[in-house]
Nanobody, 119 residues
Framework: QLHIVESGGGLAQAGGSLSLACSATGSISSITSMGWFRQAPGKQRELVATVSSSGTTYADYVRGRFTISADNDKLTVSLQMSGLELEDTDKYYC??????????????WGPGTPVTISS
C-alpha cells in the first residue's frame, strides 16, 4: 500500500515561518511529481506548490514567500513557508505522483494537515 505522511502543520504567527514535510512510502520506483495543495471548507482544492524533474510551480499568492524542495532518495518534499499571512490559514494536502515497481503509475493524497496563522 502507498502511504502519504504529512507533518509540520500547526499554529504560527503572522509574519513568521513554518515548514511542512511530506513522505511517500510503498512500492515506489520513482516520484515524478510531488507537492502541496490547500482547501478551505466549501471551496475548491487549489495549488500551493509542486516540484518535479522539470522544475517547480508556485501559486501566485505564495511566490516569493514559500519554497518547495524535494529529496529523491528519501521520497520526501518540504515546503518552507515564510512571511506567513492570515490568509494562509487552511488545510494543506500533500500529493505524490510517480511510477510503481510493478509498473503502472500512482496518484496519491495525504489526509491533510491544518495550518492556522494568528495575529
Amino acid at each position: 500500500q502507498l502511504h502519504i505522511v504529512e507533518s509540520g502543520g500547526g499554529l504560527a504567527q503572522a509574519g513568521g515561518s513554518l515548514s511542512l514535510a511530506c513522505s511517500a512510502t510503498g512500492s515506489i520506483s520513482s516520484i515524478t511529481s510531488m507537492g502541496w495543495f490547500r482547501q478551505a471548507p466549501g471551496k475548491q482544492r487549489e495549488l500551493v506548490a509542486t516540484v518535479s524533474s522539470s522544475g517547480t510551480t508556485y501559486a501566485d499568492y505564495v511566490r516569493g514567500r514559500f519554497t518547495i524542495s524535494a529529496d529523491n532518495d528519501k521520497l520526501t518534499v518540504s515546503l518552507q513557508m515564510s512571511g506567513l499571512e492570515l490568509e494562509d490559514t487552511d488545510k494543506y494536502y500533500c500529493n505524490s505522483q510517480g511510477l510503481l515497481h510493478r509498473g503502472g503509475t500512482f496518484d496519491a493524497w495525504g489526509p491533510g494537515t491544518p495550518v492556522t496563522i494568528s495575529s
